[in-house]
């Protein structure tokens, strides 16, 4: 399958603070999906963005799919974002996930 | 909507028992998955499905077996629990495998074989 690198695998943040999350992947995708996983397990989905640029709220993000990577962008963080966030990318039915990045945004 | 609804939350199993992981979509959508979280290694796909009468194997298929009889179920099966298979697990589903298909999430079963 597909090989997907997240990084950094760790992050803190102090509220109000900006960030970005890579996500590095080993072959070429016609799907590529951005999940943000909260403390209490659940599983939600941020984007689906296989190529371009996409913004919803503070969360915008890009994906170069002719360099194989994408990049989540976090504005102005609020402690609601923290969590780990999940990249996932497929050219097949196969959607494969990174390892992740936690996340933790201190008051 | 509900959504992507699993049951039961939470198991316990000992070693060679069996049961059945239940699944149920209410959004008519063709494509269904099932994965499992282990600490560090995300999330693997284990086995998944683009339609009734139609599974296809994932990562790590092994002692799991799962059917697909209508659009809204897919049950996944634990024939023979080991401590290797304590895990959570997640049950997914998207309206296609096309584009723009985002792909939903069940809120998990936390199962722990002794």
């Known amino acids: 399958g597909i090989q997907v690198e997240q990084s950094p695998p760790d992050l803190i943040l102090q509220e109000g603070a900006n960030s970005t999350l890579r996500c590095n992947f080993s072959?070429?995708?016609?799907?590529l999906q951005w999940f943000h996983q909260n403390p209490w397990g659940q599983l939600i989905n941020l984007f689906y963005i296989p190529s371009g640029t996409k913004q919803n709220g503070r969360l915008s993000a890009t994906t170069v799919a002719t360099e194989r990577y994408s990049l989540l962008y976090i504005s102005s963080s609020q402690t609601t974002d923290s969590g780990v966030y999940f990249c996932?990318?497929?050219?097949?039915?196969?959607?494969?996930f990174g390892a992740g990045t936690t996340v933790t945004v201190r008051a | 909507n509900a959504g992507v609804t699993q049951t039961p939350k939470f198991q316990v199993l000992k070693t060679g028992q069996s049961m059945t992981l239940q699944c149920a979509q209410d959004?008519?959508?063709?494509?269904m998955s099932w994965y499992r979280q282990d600490p560090g290694m995300g999330l693997r796909l284990i086995h998944y499905s683009v339609g009734a009468g139609i599974t296809d194997q994932g990562e790590v298929p092994n002692g799991y077996n799962v059917s697909r009889s209508t659009t809204e179920d897919f049950p996944l099966r634990l024939l023979s629990a080991a401590p290797s298979q304590t895990s959570v697990y997640f049950c997914a589903s998207s309206y296609t495998t096309g584009a723009n298909s985002p792909l939903h999430f069940g809120n998990g079963t936390r199962l722990t074989v002794t």
């Open positions: 996932a990318v497929s050219n097949d039915y196969k959607l494969s």
């Open positions: 959004m008519n959508h063709e494509y």
């Open positions: 072959d070429s995708v016609n799907n």
